[in-house]
């Protein structure tokens, strides 16, 4: 059993920065007598994740580190006993989660950024379509075959999906401070765009943008004016795994045995 409840925040990738960027984020929102660990990717996954093949990389190596290892079944029982949830803070489909899903018991809660991003979305919309800014171009399909997943149906064909923009920057340039002003200017950019769709909300679509919400409604604001941007819901995608996980653990307690 678990004796206090504890919820892993794990970052697939092996880079520190984008982990303690998640921690400055996160420790300050998290409810009373829930407990936080936040781990890294093991030197074996990639420095940040910009493709299917790197996402597939890294969940490979996730699940080694988090489960595998000679005795499997002992390592998933251990990291059940020490968990309620856990966050896994990529913004994709990424395959790690089903792994641990199929592993760990139904009353482990294991989701992703991309799978807590709509759910908040569709709450925070009111009916209005739902738009996600990321790093890389090469990331666009795979958030796509995401979002059609989710909905059931082709993301392009959906009208409450208004599409993905890619800022054209890499995982890592978002926590450099010496790319600071450049690493603004092409998210704001990529607001504005989005701003003319007519959305609802935003999604941060990577867990390298956390806390960047008001750059975001800033670039909407370019297009729409103050008033009306503070209508769009900005959605921090890790900010909304950590609540969502948070109300999961008590549905958990009410529905499973």
């Known amino acids: 059993m678990v004796e206090s409840t504890r919820i892993l925040i794990y970052n697939p990738n092996s880079s520190k920065s984008i982990t303690d960027g998640l921690k400055s984020i996160l420790d300050p929102i998290k409810d009373a007598g829930i407990e936080l660990e936040y781990r890294s990717g093991p030197s074996s996954a990639p420095e940040s994740i910009n493709d299917a093949p790197t996402s597939i990389q890294s969940a490979q190596a996730g699940y080694e580190y988090l489960v595998g290892g000679g005795d499997a079944k ?7 006993s020490q968990f309620s ?12 989660v089903n792994m641990l899903r ?7 809660s294991v989701m992703h950024l991309l799978e807590t991003g709509l ?21 666009v399909r795979d958030i796509d075959a995401g979002v059609a997943a989710f909905f059931g149906s082709s993301a392009k064909a959906n009208d409450r999906y208004a599409g993905c923009l890619a800022t054209g920057l890499g995982v890592l340039q978002l926590r450099d401070p010496s790319q600071k002003k450049f690493v603004q200017h092409a998210i704001r950019a990529k607001a504005a765009t989005l701003a003319k769709s007519g959305v609802g909300a935003v999604m941060l679509g990577c867990a390298g943008m956390a806390g960047m919400e008001e750059i975001v409604r800033k670039g909407l604001a370019d297009h ?24 999961q653990i008590r549905l958990n307690k009410e529905f499973l045995p």
Request: proline share 4%; with cysteine; charged share 10%.
């Open 85 to 96: 949830a856990i966050l896994v803070c990529c913004f994709s489909d990424h395959p790690l």
């Open 224 to 247: 729409l004016g103050e008033q009306q941007a503070n209508q769009i819901a900005i959605i921090d995608t890790a900010k909304a795994g950590l609540h969502l996980l948070t109300a």
């Open 102 to 108: 199929h592993t760990l018991p139904a009353n482990v």
């Open 74 to 80: 002992g390592a998933a029982a251990s990291l059940a």
């Open 119 to 139: 759910l908040a979305g569709l709450t925070s919309s009111r009916g209005r379509p739902i738009g996600i800014i990321t790093t890389g171009q090469d990331m």
